[in-house]
């Protein structure tokens, strides 16, 4: 927000930095990481979180960017209203909503990232449960027990296909609070 706020040479460095992390082989890098720290839980969360807010960024710095161009935004300054005070009051509330899908959309991805990493034996080691790991196990009896593969599959689906619902539902919530 910050970037998109102020612009000029903040912006240009602060979206390079967002460049280069973005030209980086994430997955890549989530999986030497990952064998460096032996699988646990906490540095795959923190691996995947540092390779997924990039996109978060670049939607609010754009929202950001519009936002301050527009009349409220103008007579706040003109009114005297701090630089904090219009990004809080004012630019916030008028981009939660795609932060909201933005954020769940994101969310998705890295359940979907953590159960691939998981399934190719990079990320969380048994017996940490995880729908990876049921997955790569369910491989053994997949002729015989097929349940076994099917019920971790469907619940990475229905997770992530209820993220983006609710994403969905809550951005419209927004939008029509924002309305009244």
């Known amino acids: 927000m910050i970037s998109g706020y102020y612009g000029k040479s903040l912006d240009m460095i602060m979206m390079r ?4 992390l973005f ?25 995947i979180s540092f390779f997924s807010w990039m996109h978060v960024a670049r939607i609010v710095r754009a929202q950001t960017m519009t ?3 527009r009349e409220f935004v103008l007579s706040s300054k003109t009114l005297g209203a701090s630089d904090f005070r219009i990004m809080f009051a ?5 981009i939660s909503a795609a932060i909201v899908v933005a954020a769940s959309l994101s969310i998705a991805e890295s359940i979907i990232m953590e159960s691939v990493l998981s399934f190719f034996g990079f990320g969380v080691k048994p ?21 076994l593969a099917i019920f971790p599959g469907v619940m990475i689906l229905l997770v992530v296909l209820s993220l983006n619902v609710l994403g969905d539902i809550v951005r419209d919530n927004f939008e029509d609070s924002n309305m009244n």
Not at 90 to 94: K, L, Q, S, T, Y
Not at 132 to 145: D, P, S, T, V, Y
């Open 17 to 20: 930095v967002v460049d280069v």
């Open 23 to 47: 030209s980086l082989p994430s997955f890549l890098l989530i999986i030497i990481f990952s064998t460096m720290f032996k699988g646990g839980m906490m540095p795959i969360i923190v691996l």
């Open 67 to 69: 936002l301050k161009e």
């Open 90 to 94: 004012h630019i916030i509330p008028n």
């Open 127 to 147: 017996p940490i449960p995880s729908w990876g790991n049921m997955l790569q196990e369910a491989q053994k009896f997949i002729l015989h027990q097929p349940n």
